[in-house]
C-alpha cells in the first residue's frame, strides 16, 4: 500500500558526510510530518529529527548543527544530510512518515557506518 524507500547510506570516515532520501509512494492521504531514527546495535530506536508539512524541523540534540533534514512535499520525498559524522553515528536509520490520518509508515533502514 504505501511504500518508503531510503537511500544514501554507507560507509564513512569520522568528520564525514551522508545525505539519506527517503521517498513515499502508493495510495495514502497527504502527509503530514516526516522523519529519521535511528537504532544502534543493542539500543532502541531513537528520534534523530523530523520536520512538519511546512517545514519546521525538530532535532535530537546528538546532532543539533551537523544533520540538517528537509522534504520535497511534491515528490513526497524527505532528506537527512549528515555532516561531521562521528563513530557515535553509526547505526541503521529508518525514515518514518505520518498521514493526515496518523497513520505511520516506516522504511526498511540503511546502514550508516563511521569508522576510520
Known amino acids: 500500500q504505501v511504500q518508503l524507500v531510503e537511500s544514501g547510506g554507507g560507509l564513512v570516515q569520522p568528520g564525514g558526510s551522508l545525505r539519506l532520501s527517503c521517498v513515499a509512494s502508493?495510495?495514502?492521504?497527504?502527509?503530514?510530518?516526516m522523519g529519521w531514527y535511528r537504532q544502534a546495535p543493542g539500543e532502541q530506536r531513537e528520534l534523530v529529527a523530523h520536520?512538519?508539512?511546512?517545514?519546521?524541523?525538530n532535532y535530537a540534540n546528538s546532532v543539533k548543527g551537523r544533520f540538517t533534514i528537509s522534504r520535497d512535499n511534491a515528490k513526497n520525498t524527505v532528506y537527512l544530510q549528515m555532516n561531521s559524522l562521528k563513530p557515535e553515528d553509526t547505526a541503521v536509520y529508518y525514515c518514518n512518515a505520518r498521514d493526515v490520518l496518523i497513520n505511520d509508515y516506516w522504511g526498511q533502514g540503511t546502514q550508516v557506518t563511521v569508522s576510520s
Open positions: 520536520i512538519t508539512r511546512n517545514g519546521i524541523p
Open positions: 502508493g495510495s495514502m492521504f497527504s502527509l503530514a510530518a
